[in-house]
Nanobody, 124 residues
Framework: EVQLQASGGGLVQAGGSLRLSCEAS????????IAWFRQAPGKEREGVSCISKKDGSTSYTDSVKGRFTISSDNARDTVYLQMNSLKPEDTAVYYC?????????????????WGQGTQVTVSS
């Protein structure tokens, strides 16, 4: 069973930075994909970024391009989301999710396993 543990959220002022971590375990195969989604109050969960271990590709939603960077520590099966130049509209609960298909899509149905979420709050 795949388990994901998200951490690193917190309260930060606009323009600040945070780094989220997603520690994964239980993969049967190592050609997996891990994505970050976020959900603000009253809004649908949206895909933020994704990394594919299958082909090494990364993807970002338009609103975070140039500000967020996703990376992985292969030895530890941990994925990071470095978030810079944070804006109040980035405030949300951030979830990491994984699939063993190995490819990325910003579609919640594409991911079978989910972490518990970590709160990111950006003050103006």
């Amino acid at each position: 069973e795949v388990q994901l543990q998200a951490s690193g959220g917190g309260l930060v002022q606009a323009g600040g930075s945070l780094r989220l971590s997603c520690e994964a375990s239980g993969f049967t195969y190592h050609d997996y994909a891990i994505a970050w989604f976020r959900q603000a109050p009253g809004k649908e969960r949206e895909g933020v970024s994704c990394i594919s271990k299958k082909d090494g590709s990364t993807s970002y939603t338009d609103s975070v391009k140039g500000r967020f960077t996703i990376s992985s520590d292969n030895a530890r099966d941990t994925v990071y989301l470095q978030m810079n130049s944070l804006k109040p509209e980035d405030t949300a609960v951030y979830y990491c999710a994984s699939n063993q298909i190995g490819f990325c899509r910003f579609n919640t149905n594409w991911f079978a396993s989910w972490g518990q979420g970590t709160q990111v709050t950006v003050s103006s």
